[in-house]
């Protein structure tokens, strides 16, 4: 039996690895960390019944103890989330976590020398020189859960990785992919939130339609499978069943291909390295989609994926000026602060203006977060 400890258990990538360990014999939900939605929490805990349950702060969690219909460890804050990560019963860790806040319990699990299924991009993204330093120091393999990574995870499976010539990251569009730069003045966030494929969160689904998440998961590839940015390409595909390729030296493509499905690379994590059964969707037919299209994504078009580019050539502290900006000004549009097209803006204004530190510790990266995130809030507070 298998102890996995979900991190971030009430957002999309959480509920489905829920679904998924129950159709895991061997593996059991130990602990069940999530931050302030303690209805959401409760159905879910109720379900599989861990032993140890991590709220976001002190309300939550003396509402989900009051709730539970049995006896559970119930903690909250940061150094619980921490604790739990790295906990002796722990076997892997599946760090589902929004944001950045996910760097300090990934750093612990991976010093615990935990299998990690990671979902939790903005870590890298913000610290991908830290992870990738203590996770080759202690050994540790970030088995990938987004769809386009764990697509190229098993690609690379038993290839020599000084044949790779490089990755073809693919991508749905988002929500406006058919729209204009002039269509997308007034665009309402109702029509946002309407991702053409996949399920997911309200945070990830508006990163989708600014095609700043691709940008992000380039720069997660870059540190994941070590690969140049000049060798890191992202192409429009809408039908996402291809979700991701990589082309060797022979110039030999090979694609990973399924139904637009998390759960299937959230099991492949969890059961990494075997395979198991998938009983929750039907599999692929290509017979239903007959064609498959591929189209060019501009920087024009898509300005945040190029300024996602830019900062992980600038490396240093600029993805994390990229990353909080971006996160604020996700939450500011949802709040009906800003308009769509201000997401982009501020998040540009933000990395001019900030004087990029080459080779910044865990201590600076901390302040340049919260910096760039008070000096955006300030304007709007």
């Not at 966030?189 to 095609?211: F, R, V």
């Not at 024009?300 to 990353?323: I, Q």
Request: with cysteine; glycine share 6%; hydrophobic share 40%.
């Amino acid at each position: 039996m298998k102890n996995i400890t979900l991190l971030g258990g009430t957002g999309s990538i959480g509920e489905q690895t829920v679904e998924v360990i129950e159709q895991l014999p061997e593996y059991r939900l130990f602990a069940f960390a999530f931050g302030k939605r303690v209805d959401k929490a409760l159905g879910l805990v109720e379900r599989l019944k861990p032993e140890w349950i991590v709220a976001g702060d002190r309300q939550a969690k003396e509402e989900i103890e009051k709730k539970i219909s049995y006896q559970a460890k119930v903690s909250y804050g940061m150094e619980a989330l921490c604790e739990v990560a790295s906990n002796d019963q722990t076997d892997i860790v599946v760090n589902a976590l929004l944001g950045s806040i996910g760097l300090q319990p990934t750093l612990d699990a991976i010093r615990s020398r935990k299998q990690i299924a990671f979902a939790n991009k903005e870590t890298l993204v913000t610290a991908g020189h830290l992870v990738m330093a203590e996770a080759k120091k202690y050994g540790v393999d970030l088995l990938p859960v987004d769809s386009e990574h764990a697509a190229i995870h098993q690609c690379l499976r038993g290839e020599k990785r000084d044949q790779l010539n490089r990755l073809i990251v693919t991508a749905s569009g988002g929500s406006f992919r058919d729209y204009s730069r002039d269509e997308l003045v007034g665009v309402k966030k109702e029509d946002a939130l309407k991702h053409p494929n996949w399920d997911m969160g309200a945070k990830i689904t508006i990163d989708s339609a600014t095609m700043m998440n691709k940008g992000l998961e380039v720069i997660e590839a870059h540190w994941l499978f070590q690969v140049p940015y000049n060798k890191i390409d992202v192409i429009m595909h809408k039908e996402s069943v291809i979700h991701s390729m990589v082309e060797f030296n022979d110039l030999s493509v090979m694609a990973q291909l399924g139904t637009p499905d998390m759960r299937i690379p959230i099991q492949y994590a969890l059961t990494y390295p075997n395979r198991t059964d998938f009983s929750l969707s039907e599999g692929l037919d290509l017979l239903k989609f007959r064609e498959l299209h591929f189209n060019e994504l501009s920087f024009e078009r898509f300005p945040c994926l190029r300024m996602a580019y830019e900062a992980g050539k600038a490396g240093g502290s600029a993805p994390t000026v990229l990353n909080a900006a971006n996160e604020v000004a996700v939450q500011l549009f949802l709040d009906d602060q800003i308009i769509f097209l201000e997401i982009e803006q501020l998040i540009e204004e933000a990395l001019q203006k900030h004087q990029v530190i080459e080779q910044p510790d865990l201590e600076s990266i901390l302040a340049v977060d919260q910096d760039t995130r008070k000096r955006i809030l300030s304007v709007y507070s």
